[in-house]
């Protein structure tokens, strides 16, 4: 029981990709979702979330205007679309489910459902 991401690789600068989040023996159409990332010797930080319908989204001031949450409830898959890539980017991506359907925070202990994430290399 976990959700799944996939998609990393590595990549130019200013290059893109795409990275997807599958629910594997759970639901997240009712719930929020929120792709995080972890670069060595940091702290997991939030990147964007988006709501249960997909209404409200929010991102991270690093990330504006250079990537795209998005998410499929019939297909059981949040997608992380990112473009203009730095290689400040390079970390180890994760989604995960928010802990209630009413959650709707940055702060990562909120978030339930962890999966191994997907590395993403940002270098020339």
């Known amino acids: 029981v976990q959700l799944q991401a996939s998609g990393g690789g590595l990549v130019q600068p200013g290059g893109s990709l795409k990275l997807s989040c599958v629910a594997r023996?759970?639901?997240?159409?009712?719930?929020?979702v929120g792709w995080f990332r972890q670069a060595p010797g940091k702290e997991r930080e939030g990147v964007a979330r988006?709501?249960?319908?997909?209404?409200?989204?929010v991102y991270a001031d690093s990330v504006k205007g250079r990537f795209t949450i998005s998410r499929d409830n019939a297909k059981d898959t949040v997608y992380l679309q990112m473009t203009n890539m730095k290689p400040d980017d390079t970390a180890i991506y994760y989604c995960?489910?928010?802990?209630?359907?009413?959650?709707?925070?940055?702060?990562?202990?909120?978030?339930?459902?962890w999966g191994q994430g997907t590395l993403v290399t940002v270098s020339s």
């Open positions: 023996g759970l639901e997240i159409d009712m719930w929020p």
């Open positions: 988006i709501s249960r319908r997909g209404n409200t989204i």
């Open positions: 995960a489910r928010g802990r209630t359907t009413n959650t709707w925070s940055d702060n990562h202990d909120e978030y339930r459902y």
